[in-house]
């Protein structure tokens, strides 16, 4: 239980890292540096990112496969990645910064891919449910650091990123020292598994967690832009109350659904339930009419994700064919953290302009719907 504690800790710790510097603080050195260009080259500054944090899971999960270790990786990886983070409000230009995030981006991911895959290594089966429930701290957390580092008092881009180098250190360094996990050998023997290319249970996962991905990138681009177009006089920091409420309601949501899950032995039902109340809460925020109806909606919406998010972290572990190849086996996973803003955009504009919001609600309901079946129709064995 410790080393569980210890690596819902450190697994936070990657989204502290990440939430107020990519949400915050990059965007406002971005316009320091840019001027009115600062959308453009935020654009430029996100897709590249994303590209370099798809590359980096992929290949310091398979290192820490090849070297048979993890932890080196993640030390090294949070060492270059305080590094990079405090050389930020040193760049003077944007092509510098562009450098820094490309670069801060492969090192953040040499910590979360062989993080990801120390738990498949450490954790058992009859865990991964409360591993999953764990894990729902980790957006809270990095959006509670997002209001810590923006206080009154921490005035400079200097003064902000080092309490986030702080906090991350913080957060991922009792793991490394004092994470000791018991040996667990059925966790690391590799057994040969027939090959069913479109039924295995991995691929059902990766495509569930993909269709609720691509509806949660959606929302979370905007949810502003719809907020105001319910009620214009909604103030920023109503959104934000209203964002971090979800967050915050999913922690205990996740915890109970994860410890059912492991006493019954059915790990899926909790994921297929969480995409049920999202698909619900989609079609709900398509036919509210009101700002109340609204922000129970999408309070609806953001509890479910957030729970089926966190929740899959853990079940996946369970589906993924082989433990030499855990690493890389997570890194292809994480593509569905990226791909869906490759998509979403485009099914914005193609909807919202000429339809308006309640369109392209119903067809993330509809892709929600079809993360059911597959979640739904899983076998309880896998």
């Not at 309490?163 to 590799?190: D, K, N, Q, S, Y």
């Not at 214009?232 to 967050?247: N, Q, T, V, Y």
Request: net charge positive; hydrophobic share 60%.
């Amino acid at each position: 239980m410790r080393f569980l504690l210890l690596y819902a800790l450190a697994a936070a710790g990657g989204a502290i890292a990440y939430v107020p510097f990519l949400t915050l603080l990059l965007p406002a050195r971005m316009a320091d540096l840019a001027g009115a260009d600062d959308v453009r080259w935020l654009g430029y500054l996100t897709f590249f990112g994303a590209l370099a944090a798809s590359a980096g899971g992929l290949l310091f999960g398979w290192l820490s496969d090849r070297t048979q270790s993890r932890r080196p990786w993640v030390l090294a990886g949070l060492i270059l990645t305080i590094a990079l983070l405090l050389a930020v409000p040193h760049a003077q230009d944007v092509a510098t910064l562009l450098a820094l995030l490309l670069a801060w981006q492969l090192a953040l991911n040499m910590i979360l891919g062989p993080l990801s895959a120390w738990a498949g290594d450490a954790v058992p089966d009859a865990q991964k449910g409360l591993l999953g429930g764990l894990l729902a701290f980790s957006p809270a957390l990095g959006a509670w650091s997002g209001a810590l580092v923006t206080l009154p008092g921490l005035v400079s881009m200097e003064q902000r990123v080092t309490a986030i180098a702080l906090l991350v250190a913080a957060a991922i360094l009792p793991a490394l020292f004092f994470g000791r996990p018991r040996a667990f050998p059925e966790l690391m023997a590799v057994e040969p598994r027939p090959e069913r290319p479109v039924a295995r249970p991995a691929v059902r996962m990766w495509l569930a967690r993909l269709l609720i991905q691509i509806a949660e990138a959606a929302l979370f681009a905007y949810l502003y832009f719809w907020f105001r177009s319910i009620d214009p006089a909604m103030g920023d920091h109503e959104k934000a109350r209203i964002f971090s409420l979800a967050l915050t309601i999913a922690v205990p949501v996740a915890l109970l659904a994860g410890r059912w899950a492991d006493r019954h032995g059915r790990p899926f039902v909790p994921l297929a339930a969480a995409a049920v109340l999202t698909c619900a809460g989609l079609i709900g925020m398509a036919l509210a009419a009101d700002p109340a109806s609204a922000k129970a909606a999408y309070l609806v919406f953001g509890i479910a994700t957030t729970a089926f998010l966190s929740l899959h972290a853990g079940q996946t572990l369970r589906v993924l064919p082989r433990p030499d190849r855990r690493g890389r086996d997570l890194g292809i996973f994480n593509l569905t953290n990226t791909i869906p803003s490759l998509i979403m955009p485009w099914l914005t504009i193609s909807l919202v302009p000429g339809f308006g919001f309640d369109a392209l609600f119903l067809l993330l309901a509809a892709l929600a719907a079809a993360a059911v079946l597959l979640l739904a129709t899983m076998p309880r064995t896998a």
